[in-house]
């Protein structure tokens, strides 16, 4: 495997605290990777391939050198309110970038906002088209920043809404900030929050966030003896972003060698796994929580809980995520505040002292362990979760659009958040094989009565398009999020599968146990 080498050398604050590895923790990649050990006192750094990023840094930074914060200057546009119910506001017409389940969510809470005039989505896919939910922009390519500032000045475009975490770690953000855009998510130097498991690692450590104890590798054989030090179960996973796969809980020594041997040795992730995290494992519940955050302030959204696993009874291997439900009963509000206390705040506040605020939406993914009953962080994401988002969405009720603005103005102090009471349940319907190996292009029938088998439900599409009849095709592995809500979360969990009933799709299949955790068993015995 080749791996290429981007050495600027800058100290970075976060080395000034010991901890265990043995790489540098501020070397995050997209496209490149090092393979060998550097100096402790360089900063490694790939070239994220900024188009027009010509930016100066001053010798104080961080990045000096590389590149500087995106600042976010508050006199670059009008001040925003934050009263979020408020329907005299100025209307703002909106761009969300993605084309998933997620950015479906997004644009259907956008769209719904009292001072949204339009939404654009780019690039959209065949369901958020087909729902009216936005307008699609299919050949806006959003890796180039011009073309999407470009776009925004001819649209107007008040507020960009970036969803996936691979235009993120790139720079987009960076560069729309720096031509006035007002844009929700973090530069492309904060979201090494998520594009470096060993950055998120060391901001852990320098900032006492409680989270699993953790080595860091290069080197397939260290790693290995590293491993049979600790035993199993552990935990192996992919330094740079993989698309959500990039993580295996190795229940036997022979499973983390192996893992090891993809990452490392068959460069099966490739640059993303030229690095890897070996980590103890945790045993307990696992729950999201999500915080918006302004750079300087955070508040939190509603829980919800994510079932990564492929098979009914939490089986096989993880997903980008087979359903999710909220709220989530095992976060109580005492270990909400302690999350937000311990690990959230502490994080915003550490990313800020090293001069990289962070904006956006913090993902975190917590255990909550089995012995203690207290949270840990197992890994931060830097956008909306996907299904996630999708059951937050359908309950949020304040206006997304205000308080996504006030997060990019730094405004997000005293803003507080409406949610619909009652639950919600989003059931993920994939293509056969998955998270393997599937087949694209089968037909999927009878979306519309799905959608009115019962009251609440919504269906987002994640990997759909048209076929030459205008029929709907699977495309993605995740292919749709079939969401309902209810007054409990029994109600929820009944209507999405009296959706599911409806839906005529031979070649895909779903988890008949979405929430059952919180649910009693009773609630499937129907569903086998």
């Known amino acids: 495997m080749s791996c290429a080498t981007f050495n600027v050398g800058a100290s970075f604050n976060l080395h000034g605290r010991s901890h265990v590895g043995n790489s540098n923790p501020f070397h995050f990649r997209v496209q490149h990777c090092v393979l060998h050990k550097p100096s402790s006192t360089s900063l490694f750094i790939q070239n994220l391939n900024l188009r027009s990023s010509n930016v100066s840094v001053s010798a104080s930074s961080p990045f000096h050198s590389v590149f500087k914060c995106s600042a976010r200057n508050s006199e670059s546009s009008g001040s925003v309110g934050v009263d979020t119910n408020n329907s005299s506001q100025e209307k703002v017409i909106v761009l969300v970038i993605g084309g998933g389940g997620r950015e479906h969510a997004l644009c259907y809470a956008l769209q719904r906002s009292p001072s949204c005039d339009a939404v654009f989505c780019a690039p959209g896919n065949a369901g958020i088209s087909s729902s009216g939910n936005a307008t699609c922009i299919t050949d806006l390519n959003v890796y180039d920043a011009a073309a999407v500032i470009s776009f925004c000045h001819k649209q107007g475009v008040g507020l960009v809404v970036v969803g996936p975490e691979a235009p993120l770690v790139v720079g987009l953000v960076n560069e729309l900030v ?17 594009g470096s498991k060993n950055f998120m690692k060391h901001l852990c450590d320098k900032y006492d966030i409680p989270t699993a104890k953790y080595k860091t590798f290069t080197d397939p054989s260290v ?33 983390a060698y192996e893992a090891v041997d993809s990452m490392l040795v068959k460069g099966d992730f490739g640059s993303a796994g030229c690095r890897v ?11 999201s929580f999500f915080a918006l955050v302004d750079g300087e302030n955070a508040i939190p959204l509603e829980s919800a809980q994510d079932h990564k696993r492929v098979g009914d009874g939490d089986t096989g291997p993880n997903t980008g995520g087979m359903g999710a439900y909220s709220p989530a ?78 997060a990019c103005k730094g405004e997000l102090s005293g803003v507080s958040l409406n949610w619909s009471p009652g639950s919600a349940m989003v059931v993920v319907m994939a293509s056969k094989g998955y998270p393997g190996k599937y087949e ?7 979306l519309e009565q799905a959608e009115h088998a019962a009251p609440g439900i919504k269906i987002f599409h994640a990997g759909t398009a048209f076929d030459s009849e205008g029929r709907f095709i699977a495309t993605g592995g995740r292919v749709l999020g079939v969401t309902a809500k209810g007054d409990s979360l029994e109600e929820a969990c009944d209507r999405a599968y009296r959706a599911i009933d409806e839906i005529n799709w031979p070649e895909g299949f779903y988890r008949r146990d979405i929430g059952w955790r919180a649910l009693p068993k009773k609630q499937y015995a129907t569903k086998g």
């Open 178 to 194: 720096k031509a006035g855009i007002p844009t929700f998510g973090p530069s492309a130097e904060a979201a090494a929050l998520e």
């Open 223 to 255: 790693a290995k003896q590293y491993i049979q030090e600790q035993g199993a179960p552990i935990v192996i996973k992919a330094d740079g972003l993989a698309a959500g796969k990039g993580v295996t809980v190795a229940m036997s020594l022979e499973e």
């Open 277 to 287: 995290i070996v980590e103890e494992y945790l045993e307990g519940e696992e729950v």
């Open 329 to 406: 009963p095992i976060l109580t509000k005492e270990l909400q505040s302690i999350v937000m206390d311990h690990i959230i705040t502490p994080t915003v506040k550490g990313m800020s002292a090293e001069g990289c605020k962070f904006v956006g939406v913090l993902y975190a993914g917590l255990m909550i362990e089995k012995k203690s009953g207290m949270p840990k962080l197992i890994e931060y994401n830097v956008r909306f979760g996907d299904p996630e988002c999708q059951v937050l969405m359908v309950r949020l009720e304040s206006d997304l659009v205000q308080v996504l603005l006030a």
């Open 440 to 446: 694209k292009g089968t037909l999927i029938k009878n």
